[in-house]
């Protein structure tokens, strides 16, 4: 089954997903983490409250050295958690994946543009590959074309590396890469919420009520 993550640091979501979806875990980046205004250990020690012992968390490293980012991937891989540790796939980063791997902790490589560069990642042994799928598209060419080549790469060299896409700002750009086999997906709060909504779905239930409570009042189903 594809993997499902929420990419968020907002415990509030995370509580409110878990209960309606088959969530993973949850990923998080620089970014997040800082518009959150939260650090890494406080949000972690949050989100296994809520999500449990099985879950699997995706965290950055924010080293910009091959030894920074090693040694910030092992410290991370010694929190208390089912941990992936995220490094951008830069030259620097591919480096740092090479010797991380040495230590068998579970990479994902991330801030992947395009194809050739999701496959050189794969190539250095990173399990999970993170292309921004509507980042790419906002830069006028095509994320799902990237995700279509790389696992297609993918599958004719048989490697084992899974598909994390990520970046989304709607539902089409989710439905195109799944429709490809991609092993993980991460969506933002707001795209998880669309997944399941449709402006027909609530006058519908509303339908079924009105019809049922006319005809049989108060009485449940099996009471009829
Ligand atoms: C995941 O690895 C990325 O950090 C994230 O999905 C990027 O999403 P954004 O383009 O919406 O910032």
């Known amino acids: 089954m594809i993997e499902l ?71 991370i891989h010694q929190l208390p958690y089912d941990m992936v540790v995220k490094v951008p796939a830069t030259e620097t980063g591919l480096a740092a994946i090479k010797q991380i791997k040495k230590d068998g902790i579970l990479v994902l490589a991330t801030a992947i543009y395009s194809a050739q560069q999701g496959f050189m990642a794969a190539l250095c042994g990173a399990d999970y590959l993170a292309p921004y799928v509507n980042r ?25 590396s899974k598909i994390l896409a990520a970046s989304f700002k709607n539902t089409q750009q989710v439905m195109d890469v799944m429709k490809l086999g991609i092993g993980a997906i991460t969506l933002p709060v707001d795209v998880a919420a669309q997944m399941f909504a449709h402006p027909a779905v609530q006058p519908a239930v509303e339908q079924f009520s009105k019809d049922w409570h006319e005809a049989f009042g108060n009485k449940l189903s099996f009471e009829s």
């Open 136 to 160: 790419i598209d906002a830069m006028g060419t095509n994320g799902v074309g990237v995700v279509a080549d790389l696992q297609y790469l993918l599958n004719q060299h048989g490697l084992a």
């Open 5 to 75: 993550y929420l990419d968020t640091a907002d415990i509030e979501q995370v509580k409110r997903f878990k209960q309606c979806l088959p969530l993973k875990g949850v990923t998080t980046n620089p970014s997040i983490l800082a518009s959150a205004g939260t650090g890494l250990n406080e949000v972690l020690t949050d989100l296994a409250q809520v999500l449990g012992p099985n879950a699997r968390f995706h965290a950055q490293v924010v080293s910009t050295s091959v030894a920074g980012m090693v040694e910030e991937a092992k410290q």
